[in-house]
């Protein structure tokens, strides 16, 4: 028994050592440095909750709040309906599917930085493609990335191009529907969408919790590329998330007791939600009984 | 009946050649804007066939010497990056499969109970850890090079570790056993009948780590100072900073240069890469 367990940790040591390092010690750490007024050139020093106080009343920290909940309001949703759908399509097993299948899914394999880059062009004002096409059909195009009304919608449809991941499992997830349960509602003469809604989706529903609680930790995190797209969180800081402001208070204002405070409520946010998605699957998710 | 499902497989078709233009424009738009001359880019209507095929903007995006950032070192950053990512892929290979043996093979107290604490860490939002592992490494000396990027990758991750205990666990326990009679250690059960019949996952967990580190930016972008130690990612981003007269053609040539090395393993690994993010979603 003790040999046993002097084995199991040696060969899970990496991760032990890990675990320590890279995950307890800096969760219990950046809780510490959020009651703590702390910069590189100088040590901590308790301050209590004057920091979740300051938050409190910080209009730049609700503003990005407010954008990254926007955000993820409709970033999730829109790439969960298109990579169902697009999983769905692909799943009808038309010839050619393989070829369909890279396509929707090499997008999201594009680096974050090559896709804001990407994506500034073909959303440039004057002369991105999209625009040129808009004004093609003889309609006024917008200003994706000039105007405070819309900058947050281009960031939603460039989330929904890289679905591609998410895709890939609810296809995986699509093919593991017994065709036995197809069969059953055909004879009981159902409708295309009578067996999407009866059949597909509740067989699909674990699938659907996992990339939508994935969903909203990677939405509530989203950085890079609004870094890349939108400086400073522009136009008129419609583009500032909570993890911009993050960075910017522990690496350009040197707060960083104050940057582990907005990560906090960031980490509580994030719980509270993917508790909710869980709380809320209760009733809808459909697990196989073994 | 009939009739309706031709119908039904008309309008899947339709669908699906009008969904991929959607999703292949961009991407075929970065290409043609990255072999036009910087006369062709601004054009209304836009051109997608260049009039003259300028291949030499890649070795000019490669060499680009910007008036407000002077010469950016592409090459310099790719080196770095190669670097980087291999580092992390030796790394993450061998310590997630050293940790997912013991987590499915290996029978220990307290194992399965630990495992559950891993998987609920995939949570923890990365910023949230951001400010505590950055004084860390400050107070090793490690700002201002690799270490920070690679070194972590030396001891494992949730999700790779998740991932490999899902596969290992199909391995039949007979064949540790077998082993076992004929008096190998465990590590010799680990590297000589394991690890053999678990390298398509190990490939698998290659792979995202290679798509993780090639791709990281929030990383370099914290960590790296000195311009000639930027990553491709990091440095890339320097390209646009300049405002105004931005050379599209050539941003987009490098754009493509950085896309492409995994566009290549892509395409070698298309099977891999599509089996292993399926067992992802699945518990």
Known sequence: ?290 | MGKRKQIQTALTHVALILLSVVFALPLLWMLSTSLKPISETLTTPPKWIPTQVMWSNYPDAINYNSKQLGYIPFLVYMRNTVVVTILCIVGSVTSNALVAYSFSRLRWAGRDAFFGLTVATMMIPFPVLMVPTFTLFRYLGWVGSFKPLWVPAFFASAFSIFLLRQFFRTIPMELSEAAKLDGCSEFRIFTDVIVPLAKPALMVVALFTFMGSWNDFLGPLIYLVDQNTFTLALGLSAYQTQHGGTPWNLLMAATLLVILPILIVFFFAQKLFIQGIATSGFK
């Not at chain 1, 597909?200 to 890349?228: K, R």
């Not at chain 1, 940057?259 to 509270?272: D, E, K």
């Open chain 1, 1 to 290: 028994m003790k040999k046993d367990l002097r084995i199991g940790l040696l060969f899970a040591l990496p991760w032990i050592l890990g675990f320590i390092i890279f995950l307890a010690y800096p969760v219990l750490a950046s809780l510490y440095y959020s009651f703590t007024n702390f910069s590189i050139l100088r040590e901590p020093s308790y301050v209590g909750a004057d920091n979740y106080a300051e938050l409190a009343s910080d209009t730049v920290f609700h503003k990005a709040l407010i954008n990254t909940l926007i955000y993820a309001v409709g970033a999730v949703p829109l790439s969960t309906v298109v990579a169902i759908g697009l999983a769905m399509l692909l799943n009808t097993k038309v010839k050619g599917m393989s070829y369909y299948r890279t396509i929707f899914f090499l997008p999201s394999l594009v680096p974050m930085v090559a896709l804001g880059t990407l994506f500034l062009w073909i959303f440039n004002g004057d002369y991105g493609l999209l625009n040129e096409g808009i004004r093609a059909a003889n309609l006024e195009p917008p200003n994706w990335l000039g105007d405070p009304a819309w900058s947050k919608s281009t960031l939603m449809l460039i989330s929904m191009w890289g679905c591609g991941q998410a895709m890939v499992i609810y296809l995986a997830g699509l093919q593991n529907v017994p065709v036995s349960l197809y069969e059953a509602a055909d004879l009981d003469g159902a409708k295309l969408g009578k067996k999407i809604w009866n059949v597909t989706l509740p067989m699909l529903s674990p699938v659907i919790l996992f990339n939508v609680v994935m969903g909203i930790i990677g939405a509530l995190q989203v950085f890079a590329v609004p870094y890349v797209m939108f400086p400073g969180g522009a136009p008129a800081r419609s583009t500032y998330f909570i993890a911009s402001y993050l960075f910017d208070n522990a690496f350009q204002y040197q707060r960083m007791g104050y940057a582990s405070a907005v990560g906090w409520v960031m980490f509580i946010i994030t719980l509270v939600l993917t508790l909710l998605a869980l709380k809320m699957s209760d009733r809808h998710v459909h697990y196989e009984t073994e």
